[in-house]
């Protein structure tokens, strides 16, 4: 991977964060709503963000097979890009079918990929972990912040 593409991952990790914080703002104003234009606006969030997450996974998928030949995080790394889309539609589909029935069951199947999505990021930070003082020794770090969010995933 080159010096460009891993500058390019890095702004989509800043954006990822920057849509997060957005997320934060956008849930409480639509929560409730359930109209075309908050499903719109949810909807439309979900598919940017789902990009972000695809495109930062991936490259960190590759940085660690090409730059450290470091494969064994690879599943892993596809499963969450799996359990984020999931997560993603599963999130939209339950706003437009609002609380009970179908909804509630859906609710439910979201709570079970938070939880699986929490013990899968611990698992990836076990995992990269193995490559060492990968990443300027910046990996560690990161290692420590991706246990963190697998706790608030976890704790929601």
Known sequence: MTAEGLRRAGWFSIAGGVLGALGLAVGPLTRGMETGGAIGIQGGYSLVSIVVVVYVYRAMKRM?????????????????????????????ARVGLGVGGLGGFLAVCLFV????????????????????????????????????????????
């Open 113 to 156: 990929l938070v939880v699986v999505a929490g013990i899968a990021h611990i698992a990836l930070a076990r995992t990269l972990l193995g490559v060492g003082d990968g990443i300027g020794g910046l990996l560690r770090p990161y290692c420590v912040v991706e246990v963190v969010r697998a706790v608030c995933l976890l704790s929601i």
């Open 64 to 92: 660690f097979s090409e730059v450290y030949q470091f494969d064994r995080a690879n599943r892993l790394i596809d499963g969450l890009i799996v359990l984020s889309i999931a997560m993603y539609a599963g999130a939209v």
